[in-house]
């Protein structure tokens, strides 16, 4: 679909937040309503991930103007892993530009797992989007630099501008990662024999490893997302990691395949552009407003965090998050009768 709108003036209404104190008190609550509940299981197929407390839950709502709102185990440190697809995209978006990654990566929702083989077979080997695993492959192999080493530090660097500090390796999660990734390896020759990616697939996988085992938190992850809700700039460094319409770019994507072949539900549901990842973690972003992170093991049989969905949603409603949820408007002063356009 090819739509020119670039000589539109771009109009944005951000809305507003409630009050500090009012968003502790609603962070505060969603964490309490939900901290023991006890379904879903913690991921077992990265071994590492098998052994985390099942019991950890942090919540963070990070404010596009730098305010920051936690609660329980919102300075945990996790591994990113699927999150790091959505920043990760929008670094290449930067570098590549909206038509070149849309091309190579897509944008289409497959409505198959996550990891699926079949779905890049019965698509001519495209990888159809950059939120499964081999879109997230193909967008990482687009990251700038000449060796695998360049790419990997401009990954953790890029990564690190979003969450407002310098975020490092887990090594224990990467090297568990890399004993167990064999069909990661396979999905990306499958993209090279159908000439989607120009680098060595296995170097493409590694990098990819890597960037998935990144330590963050809660709170690193609301930042990210709010770095997103507030046009590329960082809430508490002020500086700008990526342009306003990559933001949008990223956006969009996540509304549409950021939860897998759950994201209509997710999106009708809650209403909010949302990533998950196998350890635990979510991050859900309101445009012009700000962003929510959250941290807990157990998931659900789609991969997400049964604790997260169930904060994230509590939140949307209660701080009047969801992207499409509006009220009647009552002007000021209406019109007289006698001054209004008639009907034809």
């Known amino acids: 679909m090819d739509l020119d709108v670039t000589d539109v003036e771009q109009q944005v209404s951000t809305g507003v937040l409630p009050g500090a104190s009012r968003i502790d008190e609603l962070v505060d609550d969603a964490h309490a309503r939900y901290r023991d509940l006890e379904d879903g299981r913690v991921a077992d197929y990265i071994p590492v991930l098998a052994g985390v407390d099942p019991r950890l839950f942090g919540l963070c709502v990070a404010e596009v103007g730098g305010g920051l709102h936690g609660a329980g185990d919102a300075g945990v440190e996790f591994s990113v892993q699927s999150i790091s697809k959505a920043f990760v995209y929008a670094l290449v978006c930067e570098a590549a530009g909206h038509e070149g990654v849309r091309d190579r990566v897509g944008v289409n929702n497959t409505g198959l797992p996550f990891n699926s083989v079949m779905a890049v077979e019965l698509n001519d ?19 700038p630099g000449t060796t695998p080493a360049e790419q990997w530090e401009n990954v953790r660097t890029g990564l690190s501008r979003f969450a407002g500090r310098q975020l490092e390796l887990d090594g224990e ?13 396979a999905i990306a020759r499958l993209l090279q024999s159908y000439g989607r990616i120009d680098v060595d697939p296995l170097d493409a996988v590694d990098v990819y490893t890597r960037q998935c085992a990144l330590r963050v938190s809660a709170q690193d992850l609301a930042v990210m997302g709010a770095t997103l809700a507030d046009g590329g700039v960082n809430p508490l460094t002020g500086e700008r990691v990526v342009s306003a319409q990559v933001c949008r770019d990223t956006l969009a994507v996540l509304a549409s395949t950021g939860m897998y072949e759950r994201s209509g539900e997710w999106l009708f549901e809650i209403g909010l552009p949302a990533k998950s990842g196998v350890a635990g973690g979510i991050v859900a972003v309101a445009p012009g407003k700000g962003a929510i992170g ?31 949820a509006s009220s009647v408007h009552v002007p000021e002063r209406a019109e007289p009768l006698e001054r209004q356009v008639p009907l034809a």
């Open 173 to 185: 999660v990467y090297r568990s990662e890399s004993e167990t990734n064999a069909r990661n390896k």
């Open 125 to 143: 080997g495209h990888p159809m989007n950059p939120m499964v695993n081999a879109g997230a492959i193909a967008t990482t192999a687009l990251v």
């Open 294 to 324: 959250t941290f807990s093991p157990p998931l659900d049989p789609a991969g997400n965090s049964v604790r997260g969905q169930r904060a994230v949603a509590h939140l949307s409603r209660s701080l009047g998050l969801n992207v499409f």
